[in-house]
């Protein structure tokens, strides 16, 4: 009797455990704000994260935010947008700091505080949880996280 308890509860456990990393494969969005009708793709994406674009395509400015390094979106987006580890990225902003050849992307602590400043700015082009999203916001990229 006791060894079936035991069994009910590591089951119970392990239910739990992949509902929750059910919950954590939301997919990554790059968003802009609604009213930016820019052809935004990977590579426009990639290079203005490197630093390499500062401008869309009319001219007017761009601007990157980027989660924190603590959020497991982070790492996804440079490994699957950028191509980088994070190490890497790091690397290459404190290079341009240094050199005084650029500034890194504003980095915030969460998607809402990306998607309110990406819905407030037209400049801004930032990443989200796709839990996150709302339709005041144009989702440009989409990466899939399982």
């Known amino acids: 009797m006791r060894k079936n308890m035991i069994i009910k509860r590591v089951i119970a456990t392990t239910l739990f455990c992949l509902s ?3 919950l954590a494969s939301a997919d990554l ?3 802009v704000h609604p009213e930016n009708t820019n052809t935004i793709d990977a590579r426009f994406v990639k ?3 490197l630093g390499k674009e500062n401008q ?3 001219g007017d400015d761009a601007e990157a935010l980027m989660l924190d390094d603590n959020n497991e979106l982070t790492e996804l987006f440079l490994k699957e947008i950028v191509n980088q580890k994070p190490v890497q990225f790091k690397r290459l902003w404190s290079k341009a700091l240094f ?3 650029g500034t890194p992307p504003q980095v915030l602590a969460s998607s809402a505080d ?3 400043l990406v819905m407030s700015n037209p400049t801004m ?3 989200i949880d796709s839990e996150a999203y709302t339709n005041d916001v144009r989702a440009v990229l989409r990466i899939k996280t399982k």
């Open 29 to 31: 969005l790059v968003i």
């Open 56 to 58: 869309f395509d009319n």
């Open 47 to 49: 290079n203005l994260y």
């Open 99 to 101: 050199t005084g050849k």
């Open 114 to 116: 990306v998607l309110r």
């Open 125 to 127: 082009v930032g990443y």
């Open 20 to 22: 929750l990393i059910g």
